[in-house]
């Protein structure tokens, strides 16, 4: 079955901190891989899209690696601001030719002054 | 750009009332539109893709005639909750893919709505 898991489930950090949050998936063949912010009782805005040969993706301090061999990624923050606060959701599309993503639980993430 | 919208943002309504949900692509058009649930705490769960001037296909579990969706044009897909109950109450979120450019290249890049929260009372 295709899955997509996040972990933490969520992460409380001070302000100015760095923290990195996992996405593990299952699905197979794989297409791309995106990581989403979506800000409470907003939909999801794209941060990064990878593809199977890029390995890191940057947008601002957002900072989003791939291993495509252990099917991990990875979103990593630098220097939290308070407006960093939100879920970040990371999805995946597979390969087979449906546009369907599949979403993984998502990580909250608090950032406190 | 490429900018969904939503609307309302938001509605109450009584029980066994119907609602719709409108989403719009605003500067692009959209042959396929999606429509998500999310619970509290949750991830998005796909509803139904929405292709315009066909019927949508629903995902296992989702009763067709309850989540009725119209999509009329390349522009807006309508989702309506008929004779919504309280269990109905949740976050809807759309979003909408590019048609095909002239030369027949497809973009899968599903752009978000803003959602709309729904409280049926």
């Known amino acids: 079955k295709n899955q997509v898991e996040q972990s933490p489930q969520s992460l409380i950090i001070l302000e100015g901190k760095n923290c990195t949050l996992q996405c593990n998936y299952t699905v197979s063949p794989f297409s791309n891989l995106r990581w989403y912010k979506q800000d409470t009782g907003r939909g999801p805005v794209s941060l990064t899209i990878?593809?199977?040969?890029?390995n890191t993706k940057s947008n601002g301090r957002y900072t989003a690696t791939l291993d495509a061999d252990t099917k991990q990624s990875s979103l990593h923050i630098t220097a939290s601001q308070l407006s960093d606060s939100a879920s970040y959701i990371c999805v995946v599309r597979g390969a087979s030719g449906t546009y369907k993503y599949i979403f993984g639980t998502g990580t909250r993430l608090k950032v406190l002054a | 750009g490429a900018v969904v919208s939503q609307h309302p943002s938001w509605v109450i309504c009584k029980s066994g009332t119907s609602v719709k949900i409108e989403c719009r692509s605003l500067d692009f058009q959209a042959t396929t539109m999606f429509w998500y649930r999310q619970f509290p705490k949750q991830s998005l769960m796909l509803m139904a893709t929405?292709?315009?001037?066909?019927?949508?296909?629903?995902e296992q579990g989702v009763e067709k005639d309850k989540f009725l969706i119209n999509h009329a044009s390349l522009t807006l897909s309508t989702l309506t909750v008929t004779s919504a109950h309280p269990e109905d109450s949740s976050f809807y979120i759309c979003?909408?893919?590019?048609?095909?450019?002239?030369?027949?290249?497809?973009?899968?890049?599903?752009?978000f709505g803003p959602g709309t929260r729904l409280l049926v009372l």
């Open positions: 979003s909408a893919r590019k048609s095909r450019d002239r030369v027949g290249r497809a973009e899968e890049t599903q752009y």
């Open positions: 990878m593809t199977f040969s890029e």
């Open positions: 929405s292709n315009e001037g066909s019927k949508a296909t629903y």
